[in-house]
């Protein structure tokens, strides 16, 4: 397995959570998934809320590891195609860069999907599990072309066991700041709350890295860099 595909999907999980869509609503969605308000530090608060915040990141990863293993399954189909796809996956990372940059301004991406119904009946534990599958489908507008782009190259690997690694390493991206924010709460969102103040400097950056990945997938560069990287960084 290429370990540059892994830290391409990781990093695009980290992107996906930077997001126009997703970061500024963070402390929106905390708040529906732990039931209180923001600056409550009731008793076991913060053990139900980092509870409650797992939870919610296995109900997104589910979809994306499902999608991804569609994706991979696919992929034995169409092997004859598969640098078709990759082209692909490094057109759509390219396009969605320049949109995150500001460069281009393609309106559909800035469409968010919500999902309403009414939580009462639901069980608290099984609220943020579905919290989580509706709200990845909810995002799919706004974070689509970079999902896209990595279930492309989840579609090259040809198996359904390398796309459910790939979406995986992809869901842990976006995972883990959710997690932080969950253990540390209140010190988390001000910082949430920072960044959304500099949410153009952020969707900059972001995008830069974004088009630098397209362009490393485009142009089919993943042996090259991870050489270059296993150098200076063990791990690769």
């Known amino acids: 397995m290429d370990n540059i595909n892994f830290f391409i999907a990781f990093t695009a999980g980290i992107l996906a959570f930077l997001s ?12 529906e998934i732990s039931g209180f308000s923001p600056g409550t530090s009731s008793r076991g608060y913060h053990r139900q809320i980092t509870l409650r915040t797992l939870i919610f990141i296995i109900g997104f990863t589910s979809v994306f590891v499902l999608l991804g293993a569609t994706a991979g399954a696919v992929g034995s189909f169409f092997s004859r195609y598969l640098w078709l796809f990759q082209k692909l996956a490094g057109t759509i ?18 469409y968010e999907k919500r999902f309403s119904f009414k939580t009462n009946k639901i069980p ?7 919290l989580g599958t509706t709200l990845s489908l909810g995002w799919t ?29 992809f869901s842990l991206g976006m ?6 924010i969950g253990l540390f709460t209140n010190r988390i969102r001000n910082i949430v709350t920072g960044l959304n103040k500099h949410l153009r400097r952020v969707s900059l ?9 397209g362009l490393i997938v485009f142009f089919d560069l993943s042996f090259r860099v991870n050489s270059i990287l296993s150098r200076y960084l063990p791990i690769f």
């Open 124 to 130: 608290a534990l099984l609220r943020p599990f579905i």
């Open 93 to 110: 990372l390219v396009v969605f860069g320049l949109h995150v940059a500001g460069f281009l301004n393609i309106p559909i991406l800035n």
């Open 20 to 31: 126009p869509c997703v970061l500024p609503l963070v402390p929106v969605y905390l708040t």
């Open 205 to 213: 950056v972001s995008g830069i890295i974004v088009i630098i990945i």
């Open 175 to 180: 995972a883990l700041p959710f997690l932080a």
């Open 141 to 169: 507008p706004c974070i689509g072309p970079v999902l896209s782009g990595i279930l492309a190259l989840a579609v090259t690997s040809k198996t359904a066991a390398y796309g459910v690694s790939l979406m995986s390493v």
